[in-house]
Structure formats: C-alpha cells, structure tokens
C-alpha cells in the first residue's frame, strides 16, 4: 500500500468500527506497509486493526481504542499515544524515538524485538526499514503516568526517558538499560528486573517489593524513600548513599523522635529537636494524632499512611509521594502544606 491521506483514511476507519460492530457492509482496518505519516487517528476505535510494517511517524493515537492491534516492524517515531488503550498491543520491533504514551494503557503490550526482513535484488536479506539500531528505538519515548502491567520489553532496548510514575507490576524487563531516566515514584511490583541497569537514574519513591532484581545495577542511583526489601539484594550491585530511610532502621525511635519534635515546638525550639522525617517510608504507617508542624517530611513515603487528626502547619512536604489512598482527616484540614500543593497529595 501507498501513500495514505486523512481524506482517504476516514472512511476506512468508518468501515473498520462497523466491522468491530459486527455490522455488513465492514471492512478491517489494514494498514500494513502504508505510508501513513502524520494522521489523526485519535478518539477512535481502532482494536485488532493492522499496522505491520507501517510509516506512521507524528501520527496522533491520542485517547484511541487500540487494543490488540499489530504494530510489528512499524515506525511510530514521534506517535502521540497520550491516554490510549493499548491492551495487549503487539508492539514487537517498532521504533517508537520520541513517542509519548502519557497516561496510556499498555497492559500485557508486547514490546519485544522482531525486525521485517526482505530478500534484495542481489539474493541477499536485508530490514525492510533501515531505521537504525534496534537499542535506540525507544530513545527518548515518554511513559509519564502509563501503566504496564505484564508488558514485555526487549533486553536490547535503552529506556533513558521518563517514566515517572508508570505501573510495571509484573512486567518483563529483563535486561532493560534504565540508565539516567527518571523513575520517580514507579511501581515495579513483582517485576523481572534481571541485569537491569539503574545506574545514575532518579528511583525516589520507587515500589521494588517482589522484584527480581538478580544481576541488576543501581551505582549513583536515588533510592531515597523507596520501598524495597534490602534481603533481595544479594545478588545487586547497590552502590549509591540514597537509600531509603525506613521506621526500623532510624537511629532513633518514631516515638522519640515526635516526642522530641513536640517538646522543640512547645519550647519556641529550646529544646528537643525538629522532626527530619526527610527520604523516609512512612507507607501505611498509622500516625493518628501526630503533631508535626513545621517538620521536615521532604520527599517522604506517604503511601497509605494515616495522619487522621495530626497537624502539619508549616511542614515540609515537599516532594512527598503517596500511593493510593492517603488519610488525613479532620484536623489536618486546617493545616499549611509548604511548598506542596494540597491536590498533589491527597
């Protein structure tokens, strides 16, 4: 197939959700080896439609139903994927640099190698695409808030990018170079991260619990306030200074440290000390009643905490990261939060 304009595309997508309707007169979405660069395919119903081999760069997929469609071998550089429903996606071997899938559904999505393959003039077999090296063909792709769970990607693919906050529970990740990327507050629950290498990445409040984590490198990487289990690290190469701080291994007790922050607050800071909850994991920790003004909980983990009736006026709460539901009720209503937004914590 040719090239494809947005004129002649529109009644195929038309043909295409009449056929996912079951409805006659339908045709099956079939764009493989189109040149289909820079159309709108987004709000659409796109399920189980065929995309092999395609040139679909700086296409929009925005909010689409995308889920089990074939984009095996296509060029999707630069596609905008934000808040798409891409359930078990066959994403093998496409090159994706630049792609942004914000908020998008990835779960069971394959993004495992595979490369098109043709055999040339002179007997010899060669890629389909020349679109580079296949280590760098998620270079730069963007999954902000996405979630992943049980997708597989391919060991000889770089995700230096940003993943802030994505869901990878359970994905296959074995081998992946996370390298400099950002990571904040991602959750790799149950994950194989086998040979992953973290080095240098941004991992504050990252969810590590039921990984695997055989093999895998974490040098100069900010683990600070992340929930991990330091008996599974045997076999991890754990060279950094940011781990997190949990209750357990504070120098002082949690009750020591309140009683100590209440009786610097009640003596104008003559005595006691100021609370530094700074880079702890506080998650599902109850604290009920707690006074804490004007205590430092930058960067803290607030993951289904309870705070109900505590005070904060003036805290540092700054950076803190909560997952799921966070209580805070009622007293805590009247409180000032520094530096943080109230919306982006509760």
């Known amino acids: 197939m040719g090239l494809v304009t947005q004129e002649e595309l529109e009644p195929m997508l038309g043909l295409h959700e009449r056929f996912l309707k079951g409805l006659n007169n339908s045709h099956r979405l079939d764009l493989t080896m189109a040149n289909a660069r820079n159309l709108d395919f987004s709000k659409r119903l796109l399920s ?6 395609s040139i679909m760069d700086g296409s929009c997929f925005a909010e689409s139903i995308v889920q089990r469609v074939n984009f095996f071998g296509a060029n999707l550089n630069r596609c905008d994927f934000q808040k798409a429903d891409l359930i078990q996606a066959d ?15 990835l779960t069971e999505a394959n993004f495992g190698e595979g490369s098109l393959l043709q055999r ?11 679109q580079g090296s296949q280590k760098s063909r998620m270079k730069d792709t963007v999954f902000r808030h996405a979630s992943a769970e049980r997708a597989r990607f391919s060991s000889a693919v770089a995700l230096s990018t940003d ?34 290498d973290f080095s240098g990445t941004n991992m504050n409040s990252v969810i590590l619990s039921g990984a695997i984590l055989k093999g895998a490198t974490f040098e100069k990487a900010d683990l600070t306030a992340s929930v991990i289990d330091m008996s599974d690290y045997s076999h991890v190469s754990v060279m950094t200074d940011k781990l997190p701080r949990n209750l357990e291994h ?21 005595q006691g000390a100021q609370a530094d909850l700074s880079g702890v994991n506080l998650a599902s920790a109850v604290l009920n009643g707690v006074q804490l003004q004007a205590a430092n909980l930058k960067n803290a983990l607030l993951r289904n905490a309870s705070f109900n009736s505590g005070t904060f006026s003036m805290a540092d709460l700054s950076g803190c990261t909560r997952r799921r539901r966070l209580s805070l009720k009622p007293i805590v209503a009247a409180s000032t939060f520094a530096k943080q937004p109230w919306k982006r914590l509760i």
């Open 48 to 53: 189980e439609a065929d995309f092999v081999g």
């Open 91 to 105: 994403l093998r071997g496409a090159h994706m640099r630049a792609a942004d899938f914000t908020g998008a559904i």
């Open 120 to 130: 040339g003039g002179d007997g010899d077999i060669a890629p389909v695409h020349d």
């Open 163 to 196: 993943l802030s906050f994505a869901n990878f529970r359970g994905a296959k990740l074995s081998g992946v170079n996370f390298a400099g990327s950002n990571l904040r507050g991602v959750s790799f629950s149950q994950a194989d991260l086998t040979n992953c």
């Open 250 to 270: 504070l120098d002082i007790e949690i009750q020591e440290i309140l009683a100590s922050h209440h009786l610097w607050i009640t003596s104008i800071g003559r």
